[in-house]
Nanobody
Framework: QVQLVESGGGLLQAGGSLRLSCAASGVMFSIDTMGWYRQAPGKQRELVAKITSGGSTNYADSVKGRFTISRDNARTMVFLQMNSLKPEDTAVYYC??????????????WGQGTQVTVSS
C-alpha cells in the first residue's frame, strides 16, 4: 500500500505565494509520474501540473508561468511552488502518484487533499 501525505495549504491574499509538499511512502517498485490536481466547489478535478521520473513537466495553461512543480532527488516527494496566486486558484489540491507496484502493475494513488484559499 502506498500513502501520500500533503502539507502546505492555507489561506492567503491574492498575489501571495504558497508551497505545497507531498511525501510518498510504502512498498512499491517505483514511482513514475507525480502530480498535483485541484478541485474547486462545483467543478471537476483538474490537472494542475505533473512531473515524470525523468523530470519532464506538464502544466495547465492557467498556471503556466506562476506555478513550478519539482521532485526531490529520491523522487519520493513532489512540491508545487505557487506564486502570484489568484482567487480562482482556490480549491482543494490533491497529490497524485502513478506507481508501479512490486507486482509490476501501474496504479494511481491520491493524497487526502489540502485546502488552498486565495482572497481578493
Amino acid at each position: 500500500q502506498v500513502q501520500l501525505v500533503e502539507s502546505g495549504g492555507g489561506l492567503l491574499q491574492a498575489g501571495g505565494s504558497l508551497r505545497l509538499s507531498c511525501a510518498a511512502s510504502g512498498v512499491m517498485f517505483s514511482i513514475d509520474t507525480m502530480g498535483w490536481y485541484r478541485q474547486a466547489p462545483g467543478k471537476q478535478r483538474e490537472l494542475v501540473a505533473k512531473i515524470t521520473s525523468g523530470g519532464s513537466t506538464n502544466y495547465a495553461d492557467s498556471v503556466k508561468g506562476r506555478f513550478t512543480i519539482s521532485r526531490d532527488n529520491a523522487r519520493t516527494m513532489v512540491f508545487l511552488q505557487m506564486n502570484s496566486l489568484k482567487p480562482e486558484d482556490t480549491a482543494v489540491y490533491y497529490c497524485n502518484a502513478r506507481v508501479t507496484t512490486i507486482q509490476r502493475i501501474q496504479r494511481d494513488y491520491w493524497g487526502q487533499g489540502t485546502q488552498v484559499t486565495v482572497s481578493s
